[in-house]
């Protein structure tokens, strides 16, 4: 949220088929929302993202790409749902998340790496957590 | 690899002389079996190959010079784990090079090793705690049970079912389940969650064998036995035999019987 | 009656007081426990694109499991469970070729179609043995326990897998009335612990925890009551945090449902493994008077 709203919307090439991608992956209509912010009202982990739920969605349907690619918000996102049961349009926008974070690690670029946790965390962690998160942070 | 290549390969002459015997063997089998030649293909390229030989002796009759992807030759070594299909079939077939008869148009593929992350650990350090497996390979959560394992595993082991076992924290089950592993590493080059299942199941043997199942009583009389020269005077009157004397000793030793009870005794009860 | 059951991996290890007093407590009240024959992990959370089929074959497997089984309905315990299994379920039985997909690649010799139902203990209770008949055969009532109960994200959301109303549960205030103890409703009972981000941003825990144990704590609660093994650990570590950062909490017991189950039918603390909860609640219940001394205690005193 500390990101200027300020958006420049460029011609490229890749704008498109960004776009019908996060539609295939989530199954969702982009045009749908209304921007009323339900979705970031709701949202638990709101406060460590840096640019909110709400526009998360602005940007995909502009495509822009790059845009939510240089943002962590979808990799802060733990898929609770908040957003979905509350959203007035009926959007599920943990769907849009988890299609873009799938547009990166189908790359085979993990967010997280198993040899990266510390080994007294993946001892301490239960296997649910370890499981999860490798299935939302790693491709 | 053509067969040239791995020739040129093979410079140091232990393996010249193993690439001489091989070769003859070679010779010998196309004389001796008048057998039907039957079209196969090893890594994409046809030959003609005696019926009723094993993949890895058809490799050899084609040319092939086996540095690597053959060992014990007899299905325990792991060493030669192969793939196969055959056409008009999906379906991808494993198994060991040294102990599968060749069958027409099969397409043939070895995979003498597959990298795999083998964690490196202290083992005097290790519990029989779950915990030491998560520890060690956290990748192994990386799972997704869709059992191209268990379906690779030419020794037939229900692979998945023993990482689940892992998963749920038991070593006991994994163990058990994987007895039969031979580490060829196919499990491993079929994995969707990139786990290295060989090296896991290893981990978990030794955790079993050395942690959880209770010690064998007898053991430590034997032990002591030993340490006190009981048998040395056997290994000496065998250090003074002469070689073929031991061949023969060898060939003619009693085996105890698969069905034995726990009061199966040798014939000969002098070492007893 | 017998229903099966699905464990899950955590309640095997870390989480056996979740698992334990919750078979305990069920044999009991005259309900087997079957478990399903070589299940595998449930893959914990649904996957979420639409052309993730791999992701699906973990939860179908197990169903498929329990067909073979020759159940038609299936129980579980942990809630992240519940909400894979049940939305695969979902999956396979309104998608028609997924489920052809699935089917074929899966292999197991059987068209699965989403016939069994997947179940929470929790409707069990409420939906089979009821509130009533449980209060009926409550021999420690557990009164004067102000429990708040915690739903967490994954027995509620989404919607169509819902064990209850998504915006205001009941069933485990009314679990814990018919138990004999107050129930404490607050706002925060649906707020997500932060789930699987502790894999990867551990250090965020405990903002997640902050919000749900004040606001339970400022409506009176002595303790949380859970049904999810990773809220247990993710309330218990970010409270800890909470505490040495000095930000003036006290520790809030956080109990499962199945270990007040288990008081209060009578079968004692030793079937309730308090040793493994993250945030111990042996000194609240003491002092309720609700761990009483056991016959197997007073033997192994004696």
Redesign the interface.
Known sequence: MTKKASVTISPKKSRREFIKKVKELSGQNLQLCYQCGMCTGNCPAAANMDVSPRRIIELARLGLEEEIAGSRTVWVCASCLACAVNCPRGFDLARVMEAIRLLTLRKNVDRVRPEDIPPQERGDLPQIAMVSGLRKLTG | MSAKQTKKKSAATAVKHRAKETAATAVKEKKQIAARLIPIYIMGKRYEVPEGLTIMKAMEYAGYILIRGCGCRGGTCGACGTFYRKPGDYKLQVALACQKTVEPDMYIAQIPFFPANRAAYDFAGLTAAPEEVFKLYPELFRCVACNSCTKACPQGIEVMDAISALKQGNITVAAQLSFDCIQCGLCTSRCFGELAQYHMFQLARRIYGARIIPRAEHLAGIVKAVNEGKYDRFLDELKGTKEAELKKLYQEREIEPMAAGEDWKPKDSRYL | MSLAYYP???L????RNLEEPAVASMEALGLKLDEVP????C???Y??????L??Q??PV?NLIRVKKQGKSELVTL?A??LNTLKRANLLMKQDVAKRDTLND???EGIDYGGEVKVLHLLEVLRDRIGWEALSRKVKLPLHGLRAAPYYG?TL????EIAIDN?ENPTVLGDFLRALGAGPVDFPES???C?????????G?IA??AR?ILNSALSHGAEALVLTC??CD?NLGRGQKELIKKGSGFKEMPLIYFTQLLALALGLGPQACHFELNHGGPESLLKEKNLLPQTRSVQLIEG
């Open positions: 899950g991996c955590t095997k290890t870390r989480a070589r299940w595998n992990c893959g914990a959370v996957s979420l694109a639409d052309d993730d791999i992701h074959v973990a497997r942990c992240f469970c690649f899966i292999d994200c509620l959301r989404p919607r998504v649906t707020r997500c932060g789930s699987y981000q502790v894999v990867s941003s551990p965020d903002e997640y919000p093994p990773l650990y």
